[in-house]
């Protein structure tokens, strides 16, 4: 059974003088307070643009296994590069994730406090695919523009001001990966996921497919349902660290990957504020940051920093 969530039309989103623009808006607090969900079409990033990047994910995870080792993430203190199967566990009650990810974050090639922090690490790239490394550093780019701009509409449903968000996502620690959910093994039980029941940890994700099935949300009533895209529209879901920073005015949704008998592949974007935003205030003891929340989920996550 497929779940249906609100569909939105991004240029009339960002058109208040457009006629829908009130209708879009009312979907999208509908989705902020309410399913945690939404989907949003004709957006700025094209199809072709997703695909040409995707097709190059593929090829690389194609590769042997001691190719993709060369960038392997297990080898570095960060989380940039391939992880493999088994790599991570989002949800501690279960196996580690049966999925391979490979992950490049923001890049900092100048001099600043936050260079040499773990999760503002180099990328690291196979050196015979310079072309996958200009469409990730650009697609990269393109999502960070997107997400900035969703983000400033959903300040508004929080009576915030139109650009609040905007001077904390300056040198944000986003993250764009890719997932290879491989076929469902025949081994697999209960306890085995492509990508285990979570919520995300980050403010705001942006979820690029080929309009194959596979993601499934727990629903208000509790039920595990299916949900689909359109090819060229995004999925987009909002995480823990929202949720905390709005006093829970914002819904951070489980949702979960079990696996078919299909291989399939997503492009994910976490879009996360600067390491020293202020996301939780505090009388009698040190602020939370968020460069520190996300650091404790990462280290928590990702089984070669354990």
Known sequence: MEYNIDNIDFISLIDERNKNHNEMMTKLEQAVIKTGFLTIKNSPISTETFENLLNEYKVFFKKPLDEKNKVSMSSTDSNRGWGGSKSEQVNSKYNPDFKEIYDCGPEIDFNHKFKNLPYYAPNIWPEDMPRLKILAKSFYEECNSLGIIILNKIAKILKLSDTYFSDKFDI???????????????????????????????????????????????????????????????????????????????????????????????????????????????????????GEYLAHKYNTTYRHKL
Not at 220 to 234: H, P, Q
Not at 270 to 283: A, E
Request: glycine content about 6%.
């Open 172 to 290: 944000p620690m986003a993250l764009l990966r890719c997932n290879f959910y491989p076929q469902r093994p025949s081994w697999a039980q209960n306890e085995d996921f492509g990508i285990a029941p979570h919520s995300d940890y980050g403010c705001l994700t942006l979820l690029f497919t080929e309009g194959d099935p596979g993601l499934e949300i727990k629903t208000l009533e509790g039920k595990w349902e299916k949900i689909v895209s359109n090819k060229g529209d995004i999925i987009v879901n909002f995480g823990d660290m929202l949720q905390f920073w709005s006093n829970n005015q914002v819904r951070a949704t489980e949702h979960r990957v079990i696996g078919t008998n299909k291989s399939r592949f997503s492009i994910p974007f976490f879009f996360n504020p600067r390491h020293d935003t202020i996301i939780k205030q505090n009388k009698n003891k040190p602020n939370v940051l968020a």
